[in-house]
């Protein structure tokens, strides 16, 4: 009961706003707008009779009810010097984010990044509809809309490391790396210079270990680049932690931001579910966000064929299919690039599906298994570049023992895998797992969390052998000393 209540009283603020005190409409589940008390705490929330406001309802919370209106009708008054830039998608998060920070009293700017320029494309970008998308919520939400072009700087800071990471044959994150470079630094440069904007906001599902009000009190400064930052450099460092619901959360796309964004950084969806979210969305007839289709994957390269547009930028790179198990050469493709590991590989003749294990630049062989669920397919080593430490780097214990225990993924939403950090002097990390993973993919970030908190992220460079390469190395130990056995002991 507690946790619709708390929905409850939740709903009665985004509708009464700070201030109010007493009783407030909301939409009730299949019977229309009802009045229902805004205390709620330990008491029903079922409909009032007209005209009975909550207090009378329950006079034993009346002091604290009016005690909490008056505290957040205080806080909304101090809100309203607060600017706050709030990216803007298109999409019903943003949207929604944008909506709770104005609920909230501040002031808020709606902006859209413009990242790609769909000029000459024939693909299915669609930039130029998320961006009317955008304007509309702004238009909706009463809040001022600008749009900035971030273009070049995508191309040179995101997209030419993309190409660069498939020419060595390994599978990037361009989504990990647009954080870091372009709404995380760019935008919100462009927010504090340009307009003047107090803190900046998206609607990541994150949350961070600041209040709100603790975000306006910290100062925006640029610290130089080194190997490690200086310990005693930064006080009460900013930890980045999971959002409420962990099927979307969304930290490992944040993994790599720096401290200093943090702080200046409010994350409103973070303590909502996705399907909350989507019902804010639809009682403020925010109707044409909320019905369009989740964006998955970069924008640039939406429901196009990933093959044909790799090939626009990349020479082709032709090779063969090369069986893990026997070296029989399966066919041929058109560059290593165009796979990932635990890819299906589509063989032409063959009705039964193969799967990508491993490839092979130097050669252009791509290696390939009879089943999606091959031993080659598992390893339980790996190294990283050097890691992106967030709130304290390396953390004491890594430095004190040199290793520790945490766990990690590689993909966002996959099961968070146990494992044991070793330290190596350039700040990378050797990953040792408790138990093999699947498909871990050179490329990309592998992304570390003790607890709730999400410490950082280093780019996977390097794997151990896979489980089936251990396995032939173990088979082919035993060989010699069984020959030996047969000579000293004939087989009957």
């Known amino acids: 009961m507690k946790q619709s209540q708390g929905a409850v009283s939740f709903w009665v603020f985004l509708y009464l706003g700070a201030g109010s005190c007493g009783s407030g409409a909301v939409q009730g589940p299949g019977r229309g707008r009802v009045r229902v008390c805004v205390c709620a705490e330990g008491q029903s929330s079922a409909p009032l009779p007209p005209g009975l406001s909550g207090c009378r309802r329950c006079p034993a919370l009346r002091r ?23 990216a803007v998608s298109g999409g019903v998060d943003s949207a929604v984010a944008a909506l709770l920070l104005r609920r909230r009293g501040y002031q808020v700017t709606g902006v859209f990044m413009k990242n790609w320029d769909p000029l000459d494309e024939q693909g299915a970008c669609s930039v130029d509809r998320d961006c009317e998308d955008a304007y509309r919520v702004c238009q909706k939400l009463d ?6 072009s971030y273009v070049k700087e995508y191309w040179n800071e995101v997209f030419s490391d993309l190409l660069k990471e498939y020419e060595l044959g390994r599978t990037p994150n361009p989504d990990i790396l647009c954080n870091k470079h372009i709404k995380f630094n760019y935008f919100l440069h462009y927010a504090m210079d340009n307009l003047g904007a107090d803190a900046i906001a998206t609607g990541h599902y994150a949350r961070t270990s600041l209040e709100d009000e603790e975000v306006f009190q910290q100062k925006h400064t640029k610290r130089p680049q080194r190997l490690f930052r200086n310990r005693f450099e930064v006080r009460n460092t900013v930890k980045l932690l999971q959002g409420a619901d962990l099927f979307k959360d969304q930290t490992f796309f944040l993994s790599q931001i720096s401290q200093d964004a943090l702080r200046k950084t409010i994350f409103p969806l973070g ?51 090369v069986s893990i198990e026997d070296k029989k050469v399966m066919g041929r493709h058109k560059g290593w690039f165009l796979f990932t590991i635990g890819q299906r590989a589509r063989l032409a003749g063959l009705k039964d599906a193969w799967f990508v294990v491993d490839k092979d630049v130097s050669t252009g ?10 031993p080659a397919l598992y390893r339980d080593l790996l190294r990283t570049n050097r890691v992106h430490w967030i709130a304290e780097e390396p953390p004491a214990e890594l430095v004190r023992d040199k290793m520790m225990e945490c766990h990690f993924r590689f993909r966002h939403q996959m099961a968070l895998v146990p494992c044991v950090l070793t330290l190596n002097q350039d700040g990378s990390v ?6 093999p993973a699947k498909a ?4 990309q970030f592998a992304v570390f969390y003790k607890g709730d908190e999400c410490l950082g992220s280093g780019k996977i460079l390097r794997m151990g052998p896979s489980v089936y390469t251990l396995q032939q190395g173990k088979t082919r130990e035993e060989s010699p000393k069984k020959e030996e056995i047969d000579k000293i002991e004939p087989a009957t």
């Open 143 to 148: 809040i001022p809309f600008h749009q900035v």
């Open 271 to 321: 303590d909502l579910t996705k399907s909350f979210v989507k019902k804010i969305a639809a009682e403020h007839d925010l109707h044409h966000v909320l019905k369009k289709k989740e964006s998955m994957g970069v924008c640039f390269i939406g429901e196009r064929n990933f093959e044909k547009f790799l090939l626009e930028y990349l020479e082709p790179q032709p090779g063969n299919f």
């Open 430 to 435: 050797w990953v040792t797992l408790v138990k």
């Open 440 to 443: 871990i993919t050179p490329g």
């Open 365 to 374: 062989d791509v290696f390939v298994a009879p089943t999606g669920d091959h």
């Open 64 to 86: 604290r009810c009016r005690g909490r209106a008056e505290a957040a009708a205080g806080a909304m008054l101090a809100a309203r010097g607060r600017r706050v830039a709030c």
